[in-house]
Each structure stands twice: as structure tokens, then as C-alpha cells.
């Protein structure tokens, strides 16, 4: 009874409201925000198909369809203004989820750790009442007025970011991020940035990256929770983020990361900041509401939890390191890591006449997914079976071999895939390693 007393007792659902605000406006900017910088013609209507995550063929733009894509994001900004009015709030979050989950498994090419958050968090709102006071859903229908919300929503939300920030802050402990260089190469690679770009490049500004970025991942929910630092680690907050929208431009994730600091302080700070002549205070004491399906929620949400635990783990059970082979990347909250970069060329054998051609890459793959086929070895496997398709259609059987050579964090270039192996006849592992995939051996270790 006191795991339900915690779990269910009621507290007031200001945090909730303010945060669907601020994250229905995020959303919103995101999907519009895609079409007027040219993301969604770069990743959609340009090439002549995606990088699906492997299963999930099915998800694909067809020959044509790219423009389409234009009013698939308005119809998701629209969405997302909904869910910040709070009009037909789960039909609008649901419709963002559904169709954003679709964005980011029909392609790869721009993929960012921080995409996956946003789809997590999508499903995550589906099931808060975040529409129940402070929206058009409450004022159409008073039925579903509700100032109130379950302690359980705040505990979720600070669990997620908790596992978000830590695997985060766990992957900085490499050779290469603790002696400076892989900072020193990411702020070499901004040393245009407007105003900053010159003080990006001093000497000491990588050790202040890696360090303060260990440390604020580490310890910033932790700091959050506790009062006594709650302010301060809001105030560093603030900077610490904002340094990452300018200097990485990395979309709305800075504003987003912010938003969510509404559920680490007290209710009724949230209620007096924003919404103090808005909506009443929810002032009940110890009521606890314990919906009928407890125990098969609380299952649920310890499943997904373990889940989201073990993701981001699975690389350290996998052969050779994520940093080389790619293998256990995804999903794992890995972010602005390294740099790497690499070459590719393909070649093609007939097996009836023995013929081999060399691929034209440039004639099949857009600039951005170009820069992928050069590094990743998931990309290069799904070009070959793509090529071997293609070949077949013309009743050809083929063979597809890589020489693909790769540079991680300014060390000399190693070959990456066996060029010996026809990719049309493995198969890709999405939880162990490819026998194709060339060891690192001593690659990554320091003198």
C-alpha cells in the first residue's frame, strides 16, 4: 500500500501543463522548422530512396513520392500546435508519434540519438493527462477538468532523462574524449561559428568540453533533485545547453532538455511562475487514486525501463569497439563522440561473364548518404542488397565487394570491410558482430 500511496498519491499537474505547452511548440518548430531548412529535401525528396533501420524496409519513400513529404510535415506541425493548445490532445500526440516513429525508421542517413528521445517522449505524453486543465480540451469538454495529476508522471519523465544522461556521461570515458582530442576535433570542426568560433579554438577549451561534459551529464538529475543545487544546476543548465544549440546545432533537443527542468521543481513553484491567474492550485493532501490496472501498469513501465537499461548497454557484449565497427551505436545515447570519416568503393561482378564494374556512387546516393556508405558498415551491407535487387530485376546474379577504409579521431586510414566478402551473401546481426567487419585490433588504443 505505501508503493501506491508514492505512485498514486495526487499532486498538482502544473509541471505537466507547462511542459506540453513548451513541448507541443518544440514539436511544432521541429516539423516546419525541417521544411524551411531544407531537411526534409535533403533526406526525402532528393534521393532516389532511404536508409531504412534494417527491417524496416516497408518504410519507404517510391520513386516520386519525395514532395509528398512537404505536407507530411505540415500535417505533424499541425499536430504539434494542437498538442501545445491542448485541442484533441491524444488524438494530436498520437497522430505526432505515429508519424514522426515513421520518419525516423524510414531513414538513417540524418541520425541523431536525439531523434529517438523525441520519439520516446511522443509515446511517453500518449499516456499523461496533459490536456486536462490549461486547454481547449478542458474548456470544450469541463468533464475531463482535472487540476491534478499522479506522482508517478513526474517520477517517469526524471527516470528517462536519468538513463538519458548517464549512459551519456559513461560514454565520454575513452582514451580519446579524456585526453582532449576528440573535443579538440569537434571544436576545430566549428571554428566558423558566428562570434565564438576564434575562442573555440584555444588550447584549454576541449579539456573544459570533456570535462564539464562528464560531469554534467553525470551528475545534473541528481542535482536537479536535490534543492540545496537545484538552482545552480538549473543557471549551468541553461548555459550548458544553449553552448550546444550554437555551437552543434542540434535542432530543438538545448530547448527541449530545458523544458523538461519544470518537473524537478516544487508544483507550486511551476503554478505561481506560469500559471499562477490561469488555473487554480491543486491544494489536496495525502488523496490517492489507484486506477484499476495497477499492477499491470507498473509491469509495463518496468519492462520498458529495463529495456531502456539494457539498449544502451548492448555494445559492451558485442566483439570489437562501437567507436570502429558501428555495432550497438544506435540507441544508445553515444552523442557528438568522435570524428570519422572514410572512403568507399564498390564493385560489382557478373557472375555470368565474370565482368566486374565499378559502382558510381554519385549516380544512386545523395551528398548526405554519401558521407554515410563511407563509414557505416550497416549502410554499406543495405547498399549491396540493393544493388544485388537492382542487378536481379535485370536478370543478372551478382556479387558486391567494398573496399572501404576509415579514420576515427585524426588517426591514419584502416580498412574496414573485408573486400574478399560478397555482400549479397551475409546476412547483418543486429546484436552480435559481422564476421566481415575487419577487427580493430590496436587501432583505437593509445601509445
Sequence with gaps: MK?????????????????????????????????????????????????????????????????????????????????????????????YAIMWSVVYFMQKSAYNNHYYLLMLLLWIMALFPANT????????????????????????????????????????FYPDWLDGTAPQLLMSGRKNTWLIGDLLQLSWVPWVVAYVGIIFDGLIIPALLWKKTRKWAFIISIFFHLFNSVVFQIGIFPYMSLAFTVFF?????????????????????????????????????????LLQVALPSRHWFIKDHVLWAEEG???????MLRTKSGTSHFTVLDKATNKRTTVRLNEYLSKKQMRNIRTKPDVIWQFAQRLKKEY??????????????????????RKLIDSKVDLTTVSWDPWGHASWILDSEDYLKKE
Design 3 to 95: 508503493v501506491n500511496q508514492f505512485l498514486f498519491s495526487r499532486i498538482d499537474n502544473s509541471p505537466l501543463v507547462v511542459f506540453r505547452v513548451f513541448f507541443g511548440l518544440l514539436i511544432m518548430l521541429e516539423a516546419w522548422g525541417a521544411i524551411a531548412t531544407g531537411w526534409v529535401r535533403r533526406i526525402f525528396v532528393d534521393p532516389e530512396f532511404t536508409f531504412n533501420f534494417i527491417g524496416f524496409d516497408f518504410l519507404q519513400t517510391f520513386p516520386g513520392t519525395g514532395p509528398h513529404m512537404y505536407g507530411y510535415f505540415v500535417v505533424m506541425g499541425i499536430f504539434g500546435a494542437m498538442v501545445m493548445l491542448g485541442y484533441r490532445y491524444r488524438l494530436a500526440i498520437i497522430g
Design 133 to 172: 486543465s490549461f486547454s481547449l480540451d478542458a474548456k470544450r469538454n469541463p468533464e475531463i477538468r482535472d487540476q491534478s495529476m499522479p506522482r508517478w508522471v513526474c517520477l517517469f519523465i526524471i527516470a528517462q532523462l536519468w538513463i538519458v544522461y548517464t549512459y551519456a556521461s559513461v560514454a565520454k
Design 265 to 305: 521543481f516544487p508544483t507550486e513553484v511551476i503554478h505561481r511562475i506560469f500559471l499562477k491567474q490561469r488555473k487554480p492550485f491543486y491544494e489536496a493532501i495525502k488523496e490517492v487514486r489507484v486506477p484499476k490496472l495497477r499492477t499491470f501498469g507498473i509491469v509495463i513501465i518496468g519492462i520498458y525501463i
Design 329 to 335: 551505436h544506435r540507441l544508445s545515447w553515444r552523442m
Design 392 to 413: 536481379a530485376a535485370k536478370g543478372q546474379d551478382i556479387s558486391v565487394f567494398v573496399n572501404c577504409r576509415v579514420q576515427i579521431n585524426g588517426r591514419k586510414y
